[in-house]
Protein backbone atom coordinates (compact mmCIF):
# COMPACT_ATOMS: atom_id res chain seq x y z
CA UNK A 1 0.00 0.00 0.00
CA UNK A 2 2.99 2.21 1.11
CA UNK A 3 4.76 1.70 -1.98
CA UNK A 4 2.18 2.46 -4.17
CA UNK A 5 1.24 5.40 -2.50
CA UNK A 6 5.13 6.44 -2.85
CA UNK A 7 5.15 5.89 -6.83
CA UNK A 8 1.85 7.87 -7.49
CA UNK A 9 2.92 10.71 -5.07
CA UNK A 10 6.11 11.09 -7.46
CA UNK A 11 4.49 10.18 -10.67
CA UNK A 12 1.97 13.38 -10.34
CA UNK A 13 4.99 15.35 -8.84
CA UNK A 14 7.09 14.34 -11.91
CA UNK A 15 4.10 15.40 -14.20
CA UNK A 16 3.84 18.67 -12.20
CA UNK A 17 7.47 19.89 -11.50
CA UNK A 18 9.61 18.30 -14.30
CA UNK A 19 13.30 18.16 -13.34
CA UNK A 20 16.13 20.73 -13.90
CA UNK A 21 17.71 20.21 -17.50
CA UNK A 22 20.89 22.28 -19.59
CA UNK A 23 17.85 24.11 -21.13
CA UNK A 24 16.27 27.26 -19.46
CA UNK A 25 12.91 26.81 -18.59
CA UNK A 26 10.47 29.03 -16.58
CA UNK A 27 7.02 28.30 -14.80
CA UNK A 28 4.05 28.27 -17.28
CA UNK A 29 3.20 31.44 -15.65
CA UNK A 30 5.56 33.26 -17.70
CA UNK A 31 4.21 32.61 -21.50
CA UNK A 32 2.45 34.58 -24.06
CA UNK A 33 0.01 37.35 -23.33
CA UNK A 34 0.92 37.37 -19.60
CA UNK A 35 0.51 40.91 -17.50
CA UNK A 36 3.64 41.34 -14.93
CA UNK A 37 2.43 43.60 -12.03
CA UNK A 38 3.59 47.30 -12.41
CA UNK A 39 5.21 49.43 -9.43
CA UNK A 40 6.64 46.59 -7.62
CA UNK A 41 10.45 44.93 -8.10
CA UNK A 42 9.14 41.88 -10.66
CA UNK A 43 10.96 38.35 -9.80
CA UNK A 44 11.03 35.75 -12.35
CA UNK A 45 12.36 32.49 -12.09
CA UNK A 46 13.16 29.29 -13.56
CA UNK A 47 15.50 26.69 -13.87
CA UNK A 48 18.62 25.55 -15.66
CA UNK A 49 21.85 23.55 -15.78
CA UNK A 50 23.55 24.21 -11.95
CA UNK A 51 25.94 27.11 -12.12
CA UNK A 52 24.67 28.35 -15.81
CA UNK A 53 24.19 32.38 -16.28
CA UNK A 54 20.70 33.19 -17.09
CA UNK A 55 20.03 36.58 -17.95
CA UNK A 56 15.97 38.14 -17.96
CA UNK A 57 15.07 41.52 -19.81
CA UNK A 58 12.21 43.50 -20.60
CA UNK A 59 11.31 46.93 -21.44
CA UNK A 60 14.85 48.12 -20.74
CA UNK A 61 15.53 46.47 -17.58
CA UNK A 62 17.64 43.62 -17.47
CA UNK A 63 19.52 41.06 -14.39
CA UNK A 64 21.68 38.25 -14.71
CA UNK A 65 22.02 35.30 -11.81
CA UNK A 66 23.65 31.77 -11.76
CA UNK A 67 21.28 28.60 -11.16
CA UNK A 68 22.04 27.44 -7.81
CA UNK A 69 22.70 24.15 -7.51
CA UNK A 70 19.50 22.42 -7.74
CA UNK A 71 18.67 24.02 -10.98
CA UNK A 72 16.97 27.21 -9.55
CA UNK A 73 17.06 30.96 -10.62
CA UNK A 74 15.83 33.96 -9.76
CA UNK A 75 16.32 37.87 -11.26
CA UNK A 76 14.26 40.88 -9.51
CA UNK A 77 13.92 43.47 -12.24
CA UNK A 78 13.17 46.80 -11.67
CA UNK A 79 9.75 48.28 -11.43
CA UNK A 80 8.28 49.35 -14.63
CA UNK A 81 5.34 51.52 -15.92
CA UNK A 82 2.07 50.82 -16.92
CA UNK A 83 2.02 49.61 -20.65
CA UNK A 84 3.20 47.50 -23.49
CA UNK A 85 3.09 45.34 -24.95
CA UNK A 86 6.98 44.06 -24.56
CA UNK A 87 8.95 41.20 -25.23
CA UNK A 88 10.10 39.29 -21.88
CA UNK A 89 13.42 37.59 -22.74
CA UNK A 90 15.16 34.73 -21.16
CA UNK A 91 18.86 33.70 -22.00
CA UNK A 92 20.94 31.14 -20.68
CA UNK A 93 22.60 28.13 -22.73
CA UNK A 94 18.96 28.48 -25.19
CA UNK A 95 16.90 31.37 -25.26
CA UNK A 96 13.40 31.98 -24.78
CA UNK A 97 10.97 34.99 -25.89
CA UNK A 98 7.61 35.45 -24.20
CA UNK A 99 5.47 37.42 -25.96
CA UNK A 100 2.60 40.07 -25.72
CA UNK A 101 3.78 40.63 -22.07
CA UNK A 102 1.61 43.87 -20.60
CA UNK A 103 2.40 45.54 -17.77
CA UNK A 104 -0.35 46.20 -15.33
CA UNK A 105 -2.34 45.30 -12.28
CA UNK A 106 -2.28 41.15 -11.33
CA UNK A 107 -4.89 39.78 -8.82
CA UNK A 108 -5.01 36.48 -7.82
CA UNK A 109 -8.79 35.36 -7.85
CA UNK A 110 -9.14 31.65 -5.76
CA UNK A 111 -11.81 29.34 -4.11
CA UNK A 112 -14.16 27.02 -4.71
CA UNK A 113 -16.99 26.58 -7.29
CA UNK A 114 -18.29 29.94 -6.64
CA UNK A 115 -14.98 31.85 -7.97
CA UNK A 116 -14.61 28.98 -10.39
CA UNK A 117 -17.76 29.70 -11.77
CA UNK A 118 -16.83 30.64 -15.89
CA UNK A 119 -18.84 33.21 -17.60
CA UNK A 120 -20.44 31.19 -19.54
CA UNK A 121 -23.12 30.11 -16.32
CA UNK A 122 -22.82 33.56 -15.03
CA UNK A 123 -26.36 35.91 -15.67
CA UNK A 124 -26.82 37.19 -19.14
CA UNK A 125 -23.83 35.26 -20.30
CA UNK A 126 -24.50 35.60 -24.09
CA UNK A 127 -24.68 39.71 -23.78
CA UNK A 128 -21.66 39.57 -21.77
CA UNK A 129 -19.37 37.23 -23.98
CA UNK A 130 -20.79 39.36 -26.91
CA UNK A 131 -19.06 43.00 -25.56
CA UNK A 132 -16.09 41.21 -24.08
CA UNK A 133 -13.88 43.14 -26.24
CA UNK A 134 -11.28 43.75 -23.54
CA UNK A 135 -7.43 42.81 -24.85
CA UNK A 136 -5.87 44.11 -22.11
CA UNK A 137 -7.71 41.73 -19.73
CA UNK A 138 -5.67 38.36 -19.04
CA UNK A 139 -6.91 35.38 -17.43
CA UNK A 140 -4.60 32.37 -16.16
CA UNK A 141 -6.08 29.26 -14.83
CA UNK A 142 -4.03 27.22 -13.19
CA UNK A 143 -4.79 23.45 -13.70
CA UNK A 144 -6.22 21.39 -10.55
CA UNK A 145 -3.82 20.20 -8.66
CA UNK A 146 -4.32 18.38 -5.43
CA UNK A 147 -1.03 16.75 -3.97
CA UNK A 148 0.69 16.09 -0.42
CA UNK A 149 4.37 17.90 -1.04
CA UNK A 150 3.97 21.87 -2.44
CA UNK A 151 5.16 21.96 -6.27
CA UNK A 152 7.17 24.06 -7.94
CA UNK A 153 5.74 24.08 -11.70
CA UNK A 154 1.82 24.07 -12.35
CA UNK A 155 0.03 23.89 -15.44
CA UNK A 156 -1.87 26.56 -17.23
CA UNK A 157 -1.82 29.81 -19.84
CA UNK A 158 -2.52 33.10 -20.54
CA UNK A 159 -5.57 34.33 -22.64
CA UNK A 160 -6.45 37.62 -24.05
CA UNK A 161 -9.93 38.46 -23.07
CA UNK A 162 -12.34 38.44 -26.40
CA UNK A 163 -15.56 37.14 -27.33
CA UNK A 164 -14.31 34.07 -28.41
CA UNK A 165 -12.01 33.39 -25.13
CA UNK A 166 -13.97 35.25 -22.48
CA UNK A 167 -17.05 32.07 -21.47
CA UNK A 168 -13.94 30.34 -19.49
CA UNK A 169 -12.76 33.17 -17.40
CA UNK A 170 -14.01 33.19 -13.68
CA UNK A 171 -16.81 35.60 -13.57
CA UNK A 172 -16.49 37.13 -10.54
CA UNK A 173 -12.55 37.60 -11.55
CA UNK A 174 -14.10 38.64 -15.19
CA UNK A 175 -16.02 41.45 -13.83
CA UNK A 176 -14.11 42.86 -10.44
CA UNK A 177 -11.00 42.77 -13.31
CA UNK A 178 -13.51 44.69 -16.33
CA UNK A 179 -14.53 47.53 -13.54
CA UNK A 180 -10.77 48.20 -12.46
CA UNK A 181 -9.65 48.13 -15.96
CA UNK A 182 -12.44 50.41 -17.04
CA UNK A 183 -12.29 52.96 -13.97
CA UNK A 184 -8.06 53.07 -13.55
CA UNK A 185 -7.00 52.57 -17.26
CA UNK A 186 -4.52 49.81 -16.83
CA UNK A 187 -3.92 46.33 -18.36
CA UNK A 188 -5.64 43.96 -15.93
CA UNK A 189 -4.32 40.25 -14.97
CA UNK A 190 -6.30 37.50 -13.17
CA UNK A 191 -5.03 34.31 -12.02
CA UNK A 192 -7.70 32.00 -11.29
CA UNK A 193 -6.56 29.18 -9.04
CA UNK A 194 -9.81 27.68 -8.17
CA UNK A 195 -11.39 24.34 -7.45
CA UNK A 196 -15.14 23.90 -6.73
CA UNK A 197 -16.06 22.34 -3.10
CA UNK A 198 -12.98 22.68 -1.97
CA UNK A 199 -12.29 23.93 2.10
CA UNK A 200 -10.19 26.49 3.12
CA UNK A 201 -7.79 24.33 4.81
CA UNK A 202 -6.84 22.41 2.06
CA UNK A 203 -5.59 26.16 0.42
CA UNK A 204 -3.56 26.82 3.79
CA UNK A 205 0.27 25.35 4.09
CA UNK A 206 0.58 22.58 6.13
CA UNK A 207 2.82 24.65 8.71
CA UNK A 208 0.50 27.59 8.58
CA UNK A 209 -2.05 25.45 9.92
CA UNK A 210 -0.90 22.32 11.70
CA UNK A 211 -0.97 24.07 15.34
CA UNK A 212 -4.64 25.15 15.14
CA UNK A 213 -6.63 23.52 17.83
CA UNK A 214 -10.04 24.31 16.87
CA UNK A 215 -9.33 21.74 13.60
CA UNK A 216 -7.46 19.54 15.20
CA UNK A 217 -9.95 16.97 14.99
CA UNK A 218 -10.53 17.69 11.40
CA UNK A 219 -6.47 16.80 10.80
CA UNK A 220 -6.49 13.70 12.85
CA UNK A 221 -9.28 12.36 10.84
CA UNK A 222 -7.69 13.34 7.80
CA UNK A 223 -4.76 11.43 8.91
CA UNK A 224 -6.79 8.61 9.42
CA UNK A 225 -8.18 8.34 6.01
CA UNK A 226 -5.02 8.39 4.73
CA UNK A 227 -3.68 5.51 7.00
CA UNK A 228 -6.43 3.35 6.69
CA UNK A 229 -6.58 3.47 2.59
CA UNK A 230 -5.04 0.15 0.83
CA UNK A 231 -4.88 0.04 -2.45
CA UNK A 232 -5.41 -4.10 -2.58
CA UNK A 233 -8.58 -3.39 -0.32
CA UNK A 234 -9.78 -0.90 -2.89
CA UNK A 235 -9.01 -3.14 -5.98
CA UNK A 236 -11.23 -5.68 -4.09
CA UNK A 237 -13.94 -3.81 -3.34
CA UNK A 238 -14.04 -2.78 -6.98
CA UNK A 239 -13.90 -5.97 -8.14
CA UNK A 240 -17.12 -6.86 -5.97
CA UNK A 241 -18.77 -3.65 -7.14
CA UNK A 242 -18.42 -4.58 -10.92
CA UNK A 243 -20.01 -8.06 -10.44
CA UNK A 244 -23.16 -6.54 -8.65
CA UNK A 245 -23.03 -3.68 -11.02
CA UNK A 246 -23.27 -5.89 -14.29
CA UNK A 247 -26.06 -7.45 -12.59
CA UNK A 248 -28.07 -4.55 -11.97
CA UNK A 249 -27.59 -3.16 -15.55
CA UNK A 250 -28.86 -6.06 -16.91
CA UNK A 251 -32.26 -5.57 -14.79
CA UNK A 252 -32.23 -1.99 -15.67
CA UNK A 253 -31.85 -3.28 -19.57
CA UNK A 254 -34.55 -5.80 -19.38
CA UNK A 255 -37.17 -2.91 -17.63
CA UNK A 256 -35.93 -0.49 -20.11
CA UNK A 257 -34.69 2.07 -17.48
CA UNK A 258 -31.37 3.46 -17.58
CA UNK A 259 -28.62 1.64 -16.16
CA UNK A 260 -26.66 2.55 -12.98
CA UNK A 261 -23.26 4.49 -13.41
CA UNK A 262 -20.10 1.93 -13.26
CA UNK A 263 -18.49 2.17 -10.02
CA UNK A 264 -14.96 3.45 -9.59
CA UNK A 265 -11.71 2.44 -7.53
CA UNK A 266 -11.88 4.79 -4.25
CA UNK A 267 -9.53 7.80 -4.52
CA UNK A 268 -6.56 7.67 -2.38
CA UNK A 269 -7.50 10.68 0.35
CA UNK A 270 -3.57 11.32 0.46
CA UNK A 271 -4.68 13.35 -2.79
CA UNK A 272 -7.90 14.37 -1.93
CA UNK A 273 -8.72 17.90 -2.82
CA UNK A 274 -10.07 18.69 0.62
CA UNK A 275 -7.29 16.99 2.59
CA UNK A 276 -5.64 19.90 4.25
CA UNK A 277 -2.46 21.84 2.23
CA UNK A 278 -3.14 19.60 -0.85
CA UNK A 279 -4.33 22.81 -3.43
CA UNK A 280 -2.08 25.09 -1.13
CA UNK A 281 0.93 22.63 -2.69
CA UNK A 282 -0.25 21.96 -6.18
CA UNK A 283 -2.06 26.06 -6.79
CA UNK A 284 -0.49 28.24 -4.97
CA UNK A 285 2.83 27.62 -3.96
CA UNK A 286 3.81 27.16 -7.64
CA UNK A 287 2.32 30.65 -8.33
CA UNK A 288 4.93 32.29 -5.48
CA UNK A 289 6.62 34.85 -5.67
CA UNK A 290 4.96 36.01 -8.71
CA UNK A 291 4.03 40.02 -8.58
CA UNK A 292 0.51 40.65 -7.44
CA UNK A 293 -1.59 43.36 -6.54
CA UNK A 294 -3.77 41.49 -4.43
CA UNK A 295 -6.13 38.38 -3.96
CA UNK A 296 -9.82 38.24 -4.08
CA UNK A 297 -11.67 34.81 -2.64
CA UNK A 298 -15.01 33.36 -2.80
CA UNK A 299 -14.90 30.11 -0.64
CA UNK A 300 -16.65 29.47 2.45
CA UNK A 301 -19.71 27.29 1.43
CA UNK A 302 -17.78 24.33 1.97
CA UNK A 303 -16.69 25.22 5.50
CA UNK A 304 -20.47 25.36 6.68
CA UNK A 305 -21.38 22.41 8.20
CA UNK A 306 -21.57 21.82 12.11
CA UNK A 307 -18.69 23.30 14.25
CA UNK A 308 -16.41 23.61 12.24
CA UNK A 309 -17.93 26.74 10.69
CA UNK A 310 -16.85 28.73 14.13
CA UNK A 311 -13.41 28.33 13.10
CA UNK A 312 -13.91 30.11 10.15
CA UNK A 313 -12.73 33.36 10.91
CA UNK A 314 -9.65 31.92 12.30
CA UNK A 315 -8.60 29.80 9.14
CA UNK A 316 -9.51 32.48 6.97
CA UNK A 317 -7.25 34.98 8.81
CA UNK A 318 -4.54 32.20 9.49
CA UNK A 319 -4.50 31.61 5.10
CA UNK A 320 -3.94 35.17 4.61
CA UNK A 321 -1.15 35.21 6.95
CA UNK A 322 0.06 32.23 5.47
CA UNK A 323 0.01 33.72 1.78
CA UNK A 324 1.30 37.20 2.98
CA UNK A 325 4.55 35.95 4.68
CA UNK A 326 5.38 33.70 1.64
CA UNK A 327 5.23 36.42 -0.92
CA UNK A 328 6.55 38.50 1.29
CA UNK A 329 4.47 41.32 1.39
CA UNK A 330 1.32 42.52 3.06
CA UNK A 331 -1.02 42.68 -0.58
CA UNK A 332 -4.61 43.72 -0.48
CA UNK A 333 -6.99 40.59 0.18
CA UNK A 334 -10.78 40.71 -0.31
CA UNK A 335 -13.32 37.88 -0.24
CA UNK A 336 -17.23 37.46 -0.73
CA UNK A 337 -19.13 37.35 2.28
CA UNK A 338 -21.78 34.32 1.55
CA UNK A 339 -24.88 35.26 0.23
CA UNK A 340 -28.53 34.46 1.43
CA UNK A 341 -29.49 30.91 0.48
CA UNK A 342 -32.05 27.72 1.87
CA UNK A 343 -35.39 28.76 2.92
CA UNK A 344 -36.09 32.46 3.83
CA UNK A 345 -35.58 33.24 7.28
CA UNK A 346 -38.63 32.66 9.50
CA UNK A 347 -37.42 33.11 13.61
CA UNK A 348 -36.07 36.77 14.55
CA UNK A 349 -32.43 34.25 14.56
CA UNK A 350 -31.39 31.28 13.10
CA UNK A 351 -28.29 30.38 13.97
CA UNK A 352 -26.47 28.04 11.30
CA UNK A 353 -23.13 26.81 9.65
CA UNK A 354 -23.82 29.31 6.85
CA UNK A 355 -24.36 32.29 9.80
CA UNK A 356 -21.21 31.62 11.49
CA UNK A 357 -18.97 31.49 8.71
CA UNK A 358 -20.78 35.12 7.66
CA UNK A 359 -19.41 36.23 11.18
CA UNK A 360 -16.46 34.82 10.76
CA UNK A 361 -15.91 36.30 7.33
CA UNK A 362 -16.91 39.72 9.03
CA UNK A 363 -14.33 39.52 12.42
CA UNK A 364 -11.51 38.93 9.81
CA UNK A 365 -11.72 42.44 8.59
CA UNK A 366 -9.79 43.09 11.57
CA UNK A 367 -6.95 42.18 9.82
CA UNK A 368 -5.05 45.16 7.34
CA UNK A 369 -5.54 45.50 3.82
CA UNK A 370 -9.10 43.57 3.87
CA UNK A 371 -11.95 44.29 2.65
CA UNK A 372 -15.47 42.13 1.93
CA UNK A 373 -17.87 42.28 -0.62
CA UNK A 374 -21.47 41.74 0.80
CA UNK A 375 -23.75 40.06 -1.03
CA UNK A 376 -26.96 38.78 1.44
CA UNK A 377 -29.23 40.12 -0.93
CA UNK A 378 -28.12 39.02 -4.68
CA UNK A 379 -28.08 35.13 -3.81
CA UNK A 380 -30.21 32.53 -4.49
CA UNK A 381 -32.79 30.72 -1.78
CA UNK A 382 -32.65 27.11 -4.31
CA UNK A 383 -29.19 27.54 -5.81
CA UNK A 384 -25.85 27.70 -3.79
CA UNK A 385 -24.65 29.50 -6.91
CA UNK A 386 -25.93 32.15 -7.82
CA UNK A 387 -25.62 33.79 -11.28
CA UNK A 388 -25.37 37.38 -10.64
CA UNK A 389 -22.01 37.27 -10.53
CA UNK A 390 -21.85 41.16 -12.31
CA UNK A 391 -22.72 42.85 -8.78
CA UNK A 392 -20.18 40.18 -7.22
CA UNK A 393 -17.66 41.83 -9.07
CA UNK A 394 -18.73 45.19 -9.20
CA UNK A 395 -18.63 45.02 -5.23
CA UNK A 396 -15.26 43.65 -4.79
CA UNK A 397 -13.82 46.29 -7.23
CA UNK A 398 -15.68 49.44 -5.09
CA UNK A 399 -13.42 47.80 -1.94
CA UNK A 400 -10.55 47.48 -4.32
CA UNK A 401 -11.29 51.57 -5.99
CA UNK A 402 -11.65 52.89 -2.45
CA UNK A 403 -9.16 51.26 -0.31
CA UNK A 404 -6.27 49.85 -2.60
CA UNK A 405 -6.62 53.10 -5.12
CA UNK A 406 -7.54 55.71 -2.82
CA UNK A 407 -10.48 56.56 -5.18
CA UNK A 408 -13.81 58.55 -3.64
CA UNK A 409 -16.19 56.46 -2.27
CA UNK A 410 -16.75 53.79 0.19
CA UNK A 411 -15.49 50.47 0.29
CA UNK A 412 -18.45 48.13 1.03
CA UNK A 413 -22.35 48.45 2.63
CA UNK A 414 -22.31 48.94 6.10
CA UNK A 415 -20.58 47.06 8.72
CA UNK A 416 -21.61 46.84 12.41
CA UNK A 417 -19.17 49.04 14.36
CA UNK A 418 -20.46 49.47 18.13
CA UNK A 419 -23.68 50.24 20.21
CA UNK A 420 -24.96 51.97 22.93
CA UNK A 421 -27.71 51.26 25.31
CA UNK A 422 -30.08 54.54 25.97
CA UNK A 423 -33.14 53.79 28.48
CA UNK A 424 -35.44 50.83 26.57
CA UNK A 425 -33.55 51.18 23.40
CA UNK A 426 -30.11 50.42 21.42
CA UNK A 427 -28.59 52.63 19.03
CA UNK A 428 -26.20 50.88 16.87
CA UNK A 429 -23.45 52.39 15.21
CA UNK A 430 -21.92 51.62 11.58
CA UNK A 431 -18.78 52.34 9.08
CA UNK A 432 -19.15 52.51 5.92
CA UNK A 433 -22.39 54.22 5.64
CA UNK A 434 -21.68 56.71 2.74
CA UNK A 435 -23.35 59.77 3.84
CA UNK A 436 -26.62 58.21 5.38
CA UNK A 437 -28.35 54.69 5.83
CA UNK A 438 -31.94 54.02 3.87
CA UNK A 439 -34.22 51.32 3.77
CA UNK A 440 -35.28 49.33 0.74
CA UNK A 441 -38.66 49.45 1.36
CA UNK A 442 -41.65 50.66 3.50
CA UNK A 443 -39.70 49.73 6.79
CA UNK A 444 -37.09 48.25 8.36
CA UNK A 445 -36.55 44.88 8.67
CA UNK A 446 -34.27 42.04 9.84
CA UNK A 447 -33.19 43.39 13.48
CA UNK A 448 -34.00 41.17 16.75
CA UNK A 449 -33.37 42.30 20.28
CA UNK A 450 -32.70 40.64 23.11
CA UNK A 451 -32.82 41.27 27.25
CA UNK A 452 -30.49 39.22 29.84
CA UNK A 453 -32.40 35.80 29.34
CA UNK A 454 -30.82 35.59 25.70
CA UNK A 455 -34.63 35.20 24.43
CA UNK A 456 -34.59 37.23 20.63
CA UNK A 457 -37.47 38.67 19.44
CA UNK A 458 -38.62 40.75 16.45
CA UNK A 459 -37.60 44.41 16.92
CA UNK A 460 -38.93 47.48 15.64
CA UNK A 461 -36.10 49.23 14.23
CA UNK A 462 -35.80 53.22 12.67
CA UNK A 463 -32.75 54.80 11.22
CA UNK A 464 -31.63 57.86 12.93
CA UNK A 465 -28.99 59.63 10.43
CA UNK A 466 -25.98 57.17 10.64
CA UNK A 467 -27.57 54.48 13.11
CA UNK A 468 -30.07 52.34 13.48
CA UNK A 469 -32.41 52.66 16.80
CA UNK A 470 -33.83 49.20 17.81
CA UNK A 471 -36.56 48.53 20.37
CA UNK A 472 -39.04 46.25 21.63
CA UNK A 473 -42.21 46.43 24.20
CA UNK A 474 -41.49 43.18 24.76
CA UNK A 475 -38.07 43.80 26.22
CA UNK A 476 -37.85 46.44 28.33
CA UNK A 477 -34.11 46.14 29.01
CA UNK A 478 -32.30 45.05 25.64
CA UNK A 479 -28.57 43.90 25.77
CA UNK A 480 -28.12 42.67 22.59
CA UNK A 481 -28.80 43.06 19.17
CA UNK A 482 -29.08 40.43 15.95
CA UNK A 483 -29.10 41.60 12.20
CA UNK A 484 -29.76 39.34 9.15
CA UNK A 485 -28.87 36.47 11.27
CA UNK A 486 -30.40 33.83 9.24
CA UNK A 487 -28.88 31.72 5.86
CA UNK A 488 -31.47 33.58 4.09
CA UNK A 489 -32.79 36.69 5.87
CA UNK A 490 -35.50 39.30 5.27
CA UNK A 491 -33.52 42.34 5.78
CA UNK A 492 -33.29 45.97 4.01
CA UNK A 493 -30.65 48.02 5.43
CA UNK A 494 -28.05 49.77 2.80
CA UNK A 495 -25.96 52.90 2.44
CA UNK A 496 -26.41 55.75 0.17
CA UNK A 497 -24.74 54.25 -2.11
CA UNK A 498 -27.20 51.08 -2.70
CA UNK A 499 -24.73 48.61 -0.71
CA UNK A 500 -26.26 46.69 1.74
CA UNK A 501 -25.52 46.13 4.98
CA UNK A 502 -23.85 43.05 6.52
CA UNK A 503 -25.40 40.28 8.94
CA UNK A 504 -23.95 41.14 12.16
CA UNK A 505 -24.80 40.13 16.71
CA UNK A 506 -22.99 42.39 19.12
CA UNK A 507 -23.08 39.30 21.43
CA UNK A 508 -20.59 36.73 21.94
CA UNK A 509 -23.52 34.08 23.25
CA UNK A 510 -22.62 30.11 22.73
CA UNK A 511 -24.40 29.04 19.77
CA UNK A 512 -24.92 25.55 19.80
CA UNK A 513 -25.18 24.20 15.76
CA UNK A 514 -27.22 21.09 13.81
CA UNK A 515 -24.22 19.21 12.46
CA UNK A 516 -26.16 18.20 9.82
CA UNK A 517 -27.57 21.41 8.57
CA UNK A 518 -25.45 23.97 7.00
Not at 350 to 359: C, D, I
Not at 451 to 463: E, L, N, P, Q, T
Amino acid sequence: MQTFRIILVVLIAAQATGSASADVTLPAVFSDHMVLQHGRPLPIWGWAEAGEKVTVSIAGRSASERAASDGRWEVRLAALAPGGPHVLTVKGANSLTIGDVLIGDVWLCSGQSNMAMAVRSAMNSEQEQAAANYPQIRHFKTASLAIPEPQDRCEGSWAVCSPETVAAFTATGYFFGRELHEQLDVPIGLINSSWGGTAVEAWTSWSAQEDLKPIKPLHKEWAGKVAAYDVDEARAQLEQNLERWKGRVEKARAAGRKPPRRPTLAADPAVNPNRPANLFNGMIHPLIPYAIRGAIWYQGERNTRGDISKSYGLQLATMIYDWRSRWGYEFPFAWVQLPNFTEPQAEPVESTGWVMVREGMLKTLDLSKTGMAITVDIGEAGDIHPKNKQDVGLRLAAWALADVYGKPGVPSGPVYESMVRKGDSIVVHFANVGGKLMAKGDELAGFAVAGADRKFVWADAKIAGETVVVSSAEVKAPVAVRYAWAPNPNCNLYSSAGLPASPFRTDDWPIELDPNRR
